[in-house]
């Protein structure tokens, strides 16, 4: 591999990890946040929220403008937009300052990760694909993995300023390498008459890719919104213990990634985004039925294992296909059908445990792992639904492919 071949994927990985580490670094001074700043546990929550509903409101419109622009430009462009937004958060006098210096750093945030995977196209082979695109998960899994720990070690040295400051460096550092490695930015060009959103929708295997993306998310969001309950109230765990057992799935996510990727470029997107939801729906039929710690650990490193099968895999057939004009536009659908998935499942499948498990706070261990139980047996329909979306899909190209041939 190439020394600007390197570079290149190095300043990717950085803006994704960046991304990331900017989601789950904040959570953990929220407490601090409140104290510092005499306000409420709702009101510092806007701290999280500010960040993820600005990724969510820009991300397919950033992959848009990139695509129109240049990728590698409006990449520079959302590095710089997030290291000034760092400092703002990390200089914050109120509470509504912090809040407005977040919702930039979402903005920078969101083009930083559409133009990430809109590039992968521009930097490698499409034989290299699928690796690239495992590498960019893992960074992503050790971003959501590494925030607390780091933000934890940041508050006990420093303050909560830390927490926003650490990211003026690293976005710098990115941003020198995405200038002296990505490959340059043709001339800008014009939006042609037929070059709307809708266009790449019209695409079948597309549209499929984002609904699985979809139904997919929902169910890991579900592994972070009912894991802590039935850790702490159904298992008895300490803390400690359940940050250690909540810590499992994104580092099985971060070791799996490059390989997931491996196997994709060898087995072929297609037949891995099955095995990856065939997988996926073991670890949910496993939680379904979960009784004590070893179970559930054990189900959800096959959750998380099919998960980075599936993303690896349906990522690489989603962006391998599509036109280098619209890179960075699919990128950004594919993002957003993420963010969607997370929001759904933090919500649809947080109102059926949430149903099974109406008292959470007096209920019996028993009654906890009932609610478990129901969340996955309805995580495993949405599996299904997943399966199903790609069986119909795969089995139509097939046909229109037979067709042509004949």
Known sequence: MQTSTRGGLVALSLSMLLAALGTSIANVGLPSLAHAFGASFQAVQWVVLAYLLAITA???SAGRLGDRLGRRRLLLAGLLVFALACAGCAAAPTLSWLIGARACQGLGAAIMMAMTLGMVGDTVTKANTGRVMGLLGTMSALGTAMGPSVGGVLLSLWSWR???LIGLPLAGVAAALAYRYLPADANAREASPGDTLWAPLRDAPL????????????VIMATFVVGPFYLSRGLGLDPASMGLAMAVGPTVAAVTGVPAGYLTDHLGSQRLTLVGLSVMLCGALLLSQA???GVYLAALIVLTAGYSLFQAANNTA???????????????LLNLSRNMGLIFGASALGAVFAHTTPDVSHAAPQTVAAGLHATFAMAAGLILLAILVKVLVWRDQGAKHSAFKN
């Open 162 to 164: 830390a927490l926003f």
């Open 58 to 60: 820009v991300i397919v």
């Open 318 to 332: 989603v962006m391998s296909d599509i036109q280098a004009t619209r890179r960075g536009t699919v990128s950004g």
């Open 291 to 293: 009784s004590g710690l």
């Open 207 to 218: 549209r499929a890719g984002l609904v699985m993306s979809v139904l997919v998310s929902a």
